[in-house]
């Protein structure tokens, strides 16, 4: 029983980032280029055999397929040829864990004898790969298959497989749904910092701009009837519907929830004076006047937690779903049998 090291799977994967790579000025093979050993220690893939997991057989090609569509955005993100390595091989690594993994997974869904993929979500997704993968030409499909030496039913077995995989490590995810309120406490004594908020206001605004020719005093003159009309009881967000010139228009001049820190100093002082509801007076600025209406107000510090308790369980649940799918993968893996060449 061999599981897969981080270490070997590096020193394995080698000659794979050597033929996808040709130069240090990052041109790629075409991806059924031959690997073409160099030494030795390369010999061990003349076979083209990467990996042997439960007997199924994983080719260098396989492993060339599955990171030859991600290498354009590797080159384009890494800074020189050192980290574009660097990316590469950790790339490799996580391909070949992700393929043995994908057979041991599938292992373990049919050791359960009551467990059976319907041939019609085969059937379904074969036909959606065709319309997705090869503009609905079956022509173009089965030449796919013949470039890979494939049979219909190979491919039916891949996509069932495909079904498998991902059925199965959505179940291993569902798995850990629930978290305790202790564990939620926990959490947030221990990360109040995370929870810390700045002074925030749900912003609505009405503007009238400077064009037209409008003076100052014209200006001034519109947001005196706007104020006027508040004063006696209308309401700002049918008001902002009406007659403001800013881009929320439509929205009733809403702009969300905004931090004092990402407001102007013109905007901020007098907003945050406010109380819920309440309007600022006209604020008179080189591109217009505004009228600020505080629907609701926060306070700078740290939130409380019935406030964060929802996100708090999103966090404990992803996280627990990862280690849940972990513990699971390592057991596969302890009483599976794997050997790399």
Do not use: C
Not at 260 to 266: A, H, Q
Request: hydrophobic share 35%.
């Amino acid at each position: 029983m061999t599981p897969l090291h981080p270490t070997k799977i590096r020193a394995g994967l080698t000659t794979v980032a050597g033929v996808l790579v040709l130069t240090g000025s990052s041109l790629f093979a075409q991806p059924s280029a031959p690997l073409a050993p160099s030494g030795g220690d390369n010999m061990r893939f003349a076979n083209g055999i990467a990996a042997v997991a439960e007997g199924k057989i994983i080719t260098v090609d396989d492993i060339r397929r599955e990171i030859s569509p991600m290498i354009p955005e590797l080159q384009r993100s890494a800074r020189n040829e050192q980290e574009f390595n660097q990316r590469l091989e950790a790339l490799q690594d996580d391909t070949i864990q992700q393929l043995v993994d994908r057979v041991l997974i599938v292992k373990d869904f049919y050791s359960d004898e009551k467990r059976r993929i319907p041939s019609s979500y085969v059937d379904n997704a074969v036909d959606e790969n065709i319309i997705n993968e090869f503009e609905g030409d079956r022509s173009k499909f089965l030449a796919y298959l013949r470039s890979r030496g494939l049979t219909l039913r190979d491919y039916r077995r891949e996509v069932e497989e495909d079904i498998i995989y991902n059925y199965m490590r959505g179940q291993k995810r569902k798995s850990a749904t629930v978290v305790s309120p202790v564990q939620v406490q926990e959490f947030y004594d221990e990360n109040k910092d995370e929870f810390y908020q700045e002074d925030s206001v749900h912003l609505r605004l009405i503007q009238f701009q400077r064009k037209d020719g409008r003076t100052d005093r014209d200006l001034i003159a519109l947001a005196a009837r706007v104020q006027a009309r508040l004063d006696v009881g209308h309401d700002f967000t049918d008001i902002a519907t009406e007659l403001s010139e800013d881009s929320r228009r439509s929205r009733g001049g809403d702009w969300g929830w905004l931090d004092r820190s990402g407001l102007k100093p013109e905007f901020s002082d007098p907003l945050f004076e406010l109380s819920d509801g309440e309007t600022t007076r006209p604020i008179l600025l080189p591109e217009g006047i505004f009228l600020l209406n505080a629907e609701e107000r926060k306070f700078a510090g740290v939130q409380a937690i019935n406030d964060v308790r929802e996100q708090i369980e999103r966090v404990l649940i992803s996280r627990e779903a990862r280690r849940a799918q972990e513990a699971w993968l390592e057991r596969l893996r302890r009483n599976s049998y794997v050997k790399l060449y």
